[in-house]
């Protein structure tokens, strides 16, 4: 089956690279992930993403104590987490708090400094079972990393399902847009984050602005792309900014994770938990989690 998702032929993004899978390592003690995407590995070849952490499939046995990661701060950019299967917790120093399930995003907006947790939702930590689930970081821009805190939960129902032609599979708009449709995540920088379930012997010609970075993750089945390239579970493809169109076929029943986003054209520097753009800003964020400006729990 074809899927030609525009009348007008593009020029090609150039696929530069696939990028196996990483060994894992966990975070806290609730989530075993992957480092699928990383600023110290890539630089700004990703701009405007920082991170992306895949967790699972991992069966979680039950227990009373939920486990996850305890308080922790961060501040100058946004995170973006999905839950494939299991549930998560949240609560953070604005007073925010919510639990997400399958389907589910929570985008935090850490900005000029946020402090929270995250867990095991209480039920599923009782019950156990299967934890899957990815966080992104996105960075902002020099101008936003002030702007005060923010926490969006975005519900299954919530986020828009794009059917393809042909019953080739679905894309869910968590941010962005994709074929007219929006998706609801507030932004600071144009940013599209898809979640995407390909059948298997389906090919996808996907529309992307030039000039956009561009990824994708497999994370369950196996592809071909751009007609030769073949990626599977784990995997990262990295592609150039020129050309608007990358072209996606399923061999198997496959689940994609698409990001692309205008890239942002200024300096970075990462430490730990803090994003910002000189070291002393660095320096400044430290102190102002460990003086409390950032608020606690």
Avoid: C
């Avoid at 926490?151 to 599979?169: A, E, F, R, S, W």
């Avoid at 493809?237 to 054209?265: M, T, W, Y």
């Amino acid at each position: 089956m074809n899927s030609t998702m525009t009348q007008a032929a593009r020029g090609r993004k150039e696929l530069r690279r696939i990028q196996n899978s990483p060994a894992q390592h966990w975070v806290g003690d609730g989530f075993p992930v992957r480092t699928i995407l990383s600023h110290h590995e890539h630089g700004f070849e990703i701009s405007p993403f920082l991170l992306l952490d895949y967790g699972g499939p991992v069966e979680i046995a039950p227990s009373e104590v939920q486990r996850g990661v305890d308080e922790h701060p961060h501040k100058g950019f946004e995170t973006v987490t999905i839950v494939y299967q299991g549930e998560l917790e949240h609560r953070d120093s604005t007073g925010n708090s919510g639990r997400i399930g399958p389907g589910d995003v929570q985008w935090m907006t850490a900005a000029s400094g946020i402090v929270h947790e995250e867990k095991h939702g209480a039920d599923f930590s009782r019950r156990g079972g299967m934890l899957e689930m990815a966080q992104l970081w996105i960075n902002l821009p020099a101008k936003d990393k002030a702007a005060p805190p923010g926490y969006q939960t975005l519900m299954k129902d919530q986020i828009p399902v794009v059917n393809l032609p042909d019953g080739g599979g679905t894309v869910r708009i968590i941010a962005g847009e994709f074929e007219g449709v929006k998706g609801p995540a507030r932004t600071f920088t144009p940013v599209n984050v898809w979640d995407m379930r390909l059948n298997a012997g389906y090919r996808a010609e996907l529309a992307i602005p030039g000039g956009y970075t561009t990824a994708l993750v497999v994370l369950h089945g196996e592809v071909t792309l751009n007609n030769s390239d073949p990626a599977g579970a784990g995997e990262l493809a990295l592609f150039g900014r020129e050309g608007q169109e990358i072209v996606v076929e399923a061999k198997e029943e496959a689940v994609i994770l698409v990001l692309s986003g205008e890239p942002i054209d200024e300096s970075v520097v990462a430490h730990g938990p803090f994003v910002m753009n000189s070291r002393q800003e660095i320096a400044d964020a430290i102190r102002d989690y460990q003086i409390g400006k950032m608020g606690h729990l």
